[in-house]
């Protein structure tokens, strides 16, 4: 039974720790299906966290947080699309400004707003998304394997957790089921033929971009008022490029993408568990290769096991409208 409850509170853990990962998948498989490749997801999604933990701490709702989030990433992702899809620019590079434009703009606004070295105040229960329990989860705690599960794995996570998973099958429908996405794909592969047909090449990609800001704030937001109480500097930490190399990995495939979200959350959930704790046959595991751990197996994942991956073709090339 200690190996059962374990178990549950490691893959909790892991849905925990997939959701940013999952909402920025997903914003990249938009953005990449329609042609836009965007390094600039980790910029998106530091920039929707500080401005969610600002607006979250001075207005004490975690609503306005949630809407300053959403906006300010939003905004990058017409920054990122204008220099991209309307000026042609390099969209590597445009993505990689973001990055460091983020990176560097928090902490300069962090430090002279709040004056705590490039955090923002902790934020009360009032202003973040706390767990929500679903009906009877603490009276069946106790009932042997299937209550503990529904309690502690099915109940008890955030209102964006939630909503990140909900966000798969809904962006399955969307690509698969929709004209809209019928469009999209197609945009990504032959822009030309879309164009003949008389369809706006740019406005498909501009949407393309927006709802990748929007799910970039999403992520951004989950970290500041539902994972954690507040902005951290650099509270990101890399996970734009681990949702890049899930994206990869699953091959721009909504499905697939959120079980290499949850792959990546678990060896994230396992470091964290493992850290300073002995291990059989190699004894005490120093805590700085337990947190490299689930970047050393990104990599080793992209290097070995993921196969032969195809992009879309018209994936960072931007298109000019022939005479």
Same mark, same amino acid.
């Given at each position: 039974?200690?190996? +059962? ?23 990249? *498989? ?6 836009? %490749?965007? !390094? ?7 920039? $929707? ?31 990122? $699309? ?7 620019? #390099? ?7 973001? #990055? ?6 928090? !902490?300069?606004?962090? @430090?002279?707003?709040?004056? @705590? ?27 042997? %394997?299937?209550? +503990?599960? +529904? ?9 964006? %957790? /939630? ?11 969307? *690509? ?12 990504? =592969? #032959? ?14 990609? +501009?949407?393309?971009?927006m709802i990748c800001g929007l799910l970039c704030g999403l992520a951004g937001a989950y970290l500041a008022t539902a994972q954690g109480a507040g902005f951290v500097k650099d ?9 890049? &190399? ?9 499905? @697939?993408a959120m079980f290499a979200c949850l792959l990546f959350g678990f060896l994230d959930a396992s470091a964290i568990r493992l850290q300073g704790q002995s291990l059989p046959l ?8 337990? @947190?490299? *751990?689930? /970047? ?12 032969? &991956? ?8 931007? /298109? %000019?409208? =022939?005479?």
């Open positions: 039974m200690e190996i +059962y409850v374990t178990l549950i509170q490691l893959l909790d853990s892991t849905l925990r720790l997939s959701a940013p990962l999952l909402f920025a998948c997903l914003a990249g *498989l938009y953005s990449e299906r329609a042609g836009i %490749v965007d !390094i600039g997801l980790e910029g998106k999604m530091l920039a $929707g966290a500080f401005a969610a933990g600002t607006v979250a701490a001075i207005s004490g709702s975690a609503i306005a947080g949630l809407g300053a989030a959403l906006l300010v990433a939003m905004l990058l992702s017409l920054v990122h $699309g204008f220099a991209s899809i309307t000026h042609r620019g #390099n969209q590597i590079v445009s993505g990689l400004a973001i #990055n460091f434009i983020a990176a560097g703009t928090t !902490i300069i606004l962090g @430090q002279a707003w709040f004056g @705590q070295g490039g955090r923002t105040p902790s934020l009360p229960n009032s202003a973040r998304f706390t767990a929500i329990d679903f009906p009877g989860a603490e009276a069946v705690k106790d009932v042997p %394997v299937i209550g +503990y599960l +529904y309690a502690e794995l099915i109940s008890g996570h955030s209102i964006l %957790v /939630y909503l990140a998973f909900l966000m798969v099958p809904l962006t399955w429908w969307v *690509l698969y089921r929709t004209r809209f996405g019928l469009r999209l794909r197609a945009v990504g =592969e #032959n822009p030309a033929a879309v164009d003949t047909a008389g369809i706006s090449v740019p406005w498909l990609r +501009y949407r393309a971009v509270m990101t930490a890399g996970k734009g490029y681990i949702a890049l &190399a899930a994206l990869i990995f699953a091959k721009w495939r909504p499905v @697939q190699i004894g005490d595991v120093p805590v700085q290769f337990m @947190q490299a *751990l689930p /970047y050393i197996l990104t990599v080793i994942l992209l290097a070995g096991f993921i196969g032969k &991956a195809t992009p879309p073709k018209a994936g960072g090339i931007p /298109y %000019v409208k =022939e005479r």
